[in-house]
């Protein structure tokens, strides 16, 4: 009896910090409470094995005929089943929350003009001179991209064992028709955070402050450019409610909420307070000196 009373407890303290850890971003600590205090740029690379099930949801995953429409298999709660770019572009699309430019944090981008500017793109024209400002950002803002060509095998990383490759490019009509530029935003992401040391529990915060969308050229032909980005706090809801699909076990989904502040994915230290790091051997060196410095703050 005892021992089963003390598994209960060790279940029940491991569940209530998992649950405390989840918070971190919805409640940082308080400014007086910051003994320590970096704004980090992390850009996630969706095409890397651990990353592809964030931006491609269900798509390419024939397990089950119509899985994702079928009333009798299908039991998610999760009503947004294409990944988290569309999730947020269906978001922004329908005014649950406002864009900001990549250059400028504080000036609010419409949807109108980013989905202006983005079939201009994918039509084969240039951005009107002056009619887009402050929609530009990237290299100059948050660093390079140090990725060429097809390092992580393309496609085939999206269906596992159990899924026939998807095509291409494919996504649902809806998305298809509504978003026809989608292929230019679903290769990478930036997340801005702030990293927090908090002195009174030891203990380090990540506190996600954007999520920016950055426009890829498949072709290669365009130069990668940060294109919108979106305040965390506006779309936490937005995540909640969009699927992350655990490709080994159908017992298990989660919320791309969950994945993010769970930090359930691979990214690489674009910037550090201002100073970009240019190639992925000065990212994982900066991303080491982090730990390296929180380990000596935990010995101060």
């Given at each position: ?47 890397e094995k651990i ?127 509504s978003f026809p ?120």
């Amino acid at each position: 009896m005892n021992c089963a009373m003390r598994m209960r407890s060790i279940v029940w303290f491991c569940s209530v910090a998992v649950l405390l850890h989840s918070l971190y971003a919805q409640f940082p600590p308080r400014v007086e409470d910051h003994f320590w205090r970096k704004k980090v740029v992390l850009t996630l690379d969706l095409r890397e094995k651990i990353n592809v099930p964030i931006e491609r949801g269900q798509e390419g995953y024939r397990l089950y005929t119509n899985y994702s429409t079928d009333p009798i298999t299908d039991k998610s709660p999760y009503s947004n089943r294409e990944g988290i770019i569309v999730a947020l572009l269906k978001g922004f699309k329908d005014g649950k929350f406002v864009g900001y430019s990549p250059k400028n944090l504080s000036q609010q981008v419409s949807f109108e003009d980013f989905d202006a500017r983005s079939r201009r793109i994918e039509a084969g024209g240039e951005p009107v001179e002056g009619a887009d400002e402050g929609m530009g950002g990237g290299e100059e803002d948050f660093g390079g991209d140090e990725f060429g060509g097809d390092e992580f095998g393309g496609d085939d990383l999206g269906g596992g064992i159990d899924a026939a490759p998807a095509a291409e490019g494919s996504v649902t009509p809806s998305s298809d028709k509504s978003f026809p530029y989608l292929k230019y935003y679903r290769t990478l992401v930036r997340l801005i955070e702030d990293r927090i040391f908090d002195k009174n529990k030891s203990d380090m915060y990540y506190d996600t402050q954007y999520i920016c969308l950055v426009q890829v050229d498949p072709k290669g032909a365009l130069a990668d450019e940060d294109a919108i980005c979106f305040r965390y706090k506006d779309v936490m809801d937005v995540l909640d409610d969009t699927q992350w699909r655990n490709r080994a076990n159908d017992a298990e989904d989660r919320s791309m909420r969950e994945i993010i502040e769970l930090r359930r994915f691979s990214g690489y230290v674009t910037v550090v307070s201002g100073e970009e790091s240019r190639t992925l051997n000065e990212a994982e060196l900066r991303r080491q000196q982090i730990i390296e410095f929180e380990h000596h703050l935990w010995t101060f």
